[in-house]
């Protein structure tokens, strides 16, 4: 490699991250947007005189209706019209639903408000998949996963103390029009920096970057196929191989979310009476879990060329930490075991990240958008499902205590929609097992 070669991809070393960063804060928001629900639900159940734990579970789930919804035209739109447009249009569409969120007077503009953020930031993801296929080496892929899990991770550590603190301080609605604000701001940042391709700033490409360092044919390397809409969704639909991770994804993130991002914080104050703020506390240790696992397990997966072992490994730790929590006392682990608990649920579900790469690596690249968001409609489908089948548990177990308006569960009953976590968790273990193991290549290429 020659001299002007080597300070050219030097140069595209630097610019990718000034590109990248705009895109992370972009998708903090989305984070923020999923779990925030869990730390308001008491409030909007006594502002709103909504009754049953199934109701606010729906509100809360509607973001994942949406979410699962768009992934498909989200993948269609960053392979079409590029990733960039496609954030921005994202952002803008979830600063109006934050705002309407927080200045809704009834449930019908809650909704309004949940739907519009839920729209906006389920397109961020996918682009992001792209900006990472544009501008990364492919045996960065998933480090490169794991990182903006992290990013995005921050979201749920504002969502949680931080969220719980401004909600006592000033209210549930000042938190929604703050992030409303912050996500504009994200927009502003994106329109500045992020591009599509390193060719719009005068780059070498990815595809030129590896053939000069040697790398072994892969996916860029193949010949490209030409974009149809309808041939590739048949294409991509129609692969035994895509549905293992899709199916995975939507038992283990189901769980994860209905009780990190809804539950966790009514049942530890119900069950052992804390504070928001120190319930809150815990739910932040589940995403410090998830914020150090992530990277972790993409930098494993791509050291060793692994996608399905790694993944089944932490699932099934995942599991098995999830029976011990269910069971031990009833329920109701001691106080002194919930933070490790906790933080062990956050690094369980990391292995889920490595399911768009077990995805895109069994699907012709140009569908590169597409199956990522197949592959990543299966985590909302799960929290979708999840969040109100748990609230619907424990209606079904509630024994008719109410406080200011907010029913009281017993433990049996969250241990009841535990013991229904574990059996999906279980299924989530055995579709992990089926995933097809790509060794860090694009299979379908070779």
Known sequence: MDAANKQRIVQLNRRRWIVWIPLAFAFLASYFHRTATGVVADSLMREFSIARAADIGGLASVYFYIYAAMQLPAGILADTFGPRRTVLLALLTATAGAVIFGAAQNIPMLYVGRILSSAGVSLIYISIVKIHAEWFRTREFTTMTGLIVVAGSSGFLLAATPLAWVVERF?????????GTYTCLALVFCWLWVKDRPAEVGLPSMAEVEAWEGTIKNERTAEPEPYNIKDNLKQV???????????????????????MGLWA??????????????????????SVGTLLGAPIIGVVSDRLALRRLPNLVVS????????????????????WALYPICFGIGLGMSGNNLNVACGKEVTPPAMTGMVAGLVNAGSCVGGA????????????????????????????AYQQAFILCA?????????????????GVNIHCQ
């Open 423 to 439: 059996v999906v968790l279980g299924l989530g273990v055995l579709f992990t097992a089926l995933i097809k193991e790509t060794r």
């Open 171 to 179: 209210g549930w609605r000042t938190a929604f029009f703050s992030i």
């Open 265 to 286: 914080v009514p049942y530890l104050m119900q069950v052992y009476g804390f504070s928001r703020v120190t319930a809150s506390n815990y739910v932040m240790a589940m």
């Open 385 to 412: 499902l999840m969040q109100p089948l748990f609230g619907w548990v424990l209606d079904r177990h509630w024994q008719g205590a109410v406080e200011e308006g907010v029913r009281i569960y017993p433990l049996e």
């Open 237 to 259: 639909l129609g692969n035994p191989a895509t549905w293992w991770p899709f199916l995975a994804s939507v038992a283990i993130y189901g769980v994860y979310m209905a009780f």
């Open 316 to 335: 099934g730790a995942f599991l098995v930490l999830w029976l011990v929590f269910t069971f031990w006392n009833g329920g109701k682990p001691p106080v």
